[in-house]
């Protein structure tokens, strides 16, 4: 194959296990605030004390800096999600809405410093455990992130649902600008963890895709941000799953798949900054102070489906539909 050598038909099976677990266990941590706590914070505290020191320690594949920082980016995302759910003063915050975007665009930075890094290696074979191969690839796909970084947007339109999960969601994140985080992050994952990528790429990304166009709109972040932290525990655990076990699957290694896979993440990316500059620039707008896309039929439905009283029924009251029409 172009991306990966030949898959077996037990490891697609096992890419599907991950596909349904990964959205299984973010579904059971959002609906009950109990078993958030339980899986992000005391199952973190006894990895970190009895597990990953050996599984994640220097020489794995999984050893180095940016897995560390990541797992606990990860789960400082996942628990101050919840403290903006759970505790209404922050909801209404416009400092505390400021977290959201400020871990996302963490998350993105790192993984553009270790693109950037890995391509100054000029690298061809293992490092830190991982095959990589350095190249042009690596700065476009570095560039992209930077650009998907800067296109985030209307986090000041956060709010949060008024059903029993009360999911936290953000409106203004559009599916296109999702599209294109799916498309430079896997590229990344590609670029500088190929081995990983079958899993921690296509599955991990299409594990929080799939209920935030499906199961529950407009929670990207939070359902990015379980599934990441959850994969993050069981990788650093188990890295031997992605490299070793009889389910890996290995990149191809190829450098025309790693220039296609960036060239196409750079593309996206750029597209969606055209267009976001566009409407910045026609409709005046401050992207600092303003949601941007409030005239999207998607953002309507999204907001006005998560403003709604949990026990008012199927629809909005008169003024929350006004305030939709003036937004």
């Known amino acids: 194959m172009f ?14 296990a991950v596909l349904g677990g990964l959205i299984g266990l973010n579904e059971v941590t959002r609906r009950w605030k109990w078993a958030g706590l339980a899986i992000f914070v005391a199952v973190p505290i006894v990895l970190t004390i ?20 990541k797992v606990y980016s990860a789960l400082a995302g996942c628990l ?14 416009k400092w ?14 790192e993984a553009c410093i270790r693109d950037f890094q890995v391509g100054a290696m000029g690298a061809d074979g293992m490092v830190d455990g991982v095959f990589m191969v350095s190249g042009a690839w690596n700065y476009m796909n570095g560039i992209a992130g930077l650009i998907n970084l800067v296109t985030i947007c209307g986090w000041m339109g956060i709010i949060i649902s008024r059903d029993k999960s009360r999911d936290m969601v953000w ?3 559009l599916w296109f600008w999702i599209i294109a985080y799916d498309l430079w992050n896997f590229a990344y994952v590609y670029n500088c963890v190929g ?28 359902h990015r941000a379980h599934t990441l932290a959850l994969w993050m525990m069981f990788t650093m655990a188990v890295p031997a799953f992605v490299t070793a076990s009889d389910f890996s699957v290995s990149s191809s290694h190829n450098p025309a798949a790693l220039f296609t896979v960036s060239a196409l993440s750079l593309a996206a990316n750029v597209a969606v900054l055209i267009y976001q500059v566009y409407r ?15 005239d999207h039929t998607q953002y309507r439905e999204v907001r006005e489906a998560n403003i709604q009283p949990a ?7 008169a003024g929350q539909k006004d305030e939709l029409i003036r937004s």
Not at 198 to 217: D, E
């Open 3 to 16: 991306l990966f050598e030949a898959i077996p038909w037990y490891s697609w099976l096992a890419w599907f």
């Open 50 to 69: 009895f597990v990953w020191p050996t599984t994640a320690g220097a020489g794995s594949s999984t050893g180095t800096w940016f897995h560390w920082v």
């Open 80 to 93: 101050g999600f919840m403290a903006i759910r759970y505790i209404p003063k922050l909801a209404s915050n």
């Open 96 to 109: 505390a809405l400021l977290f959201p975007p400020a871990i996302l665009g963490l998350n993105i930075l």
């Open 171 to 173: 409106p203004d994140m």
């Open 195 to 222: 081995d990983h990528s079958f899993y921690a790429g296509a599955a991990l990304l299409i594990s929080c895709t799939i209920p935030a166009f499906f199961i529950k709109k407009g929670a990207w972040l939070q």
């Open 280 to 294: 910045i620039r026609t409709r005046r707008l401050n992207p600092l102070k303003q949601e941007i896309y409030t």
């Open 311 to 317: 026990a008012s029924g199927s629809s909005a009251t």
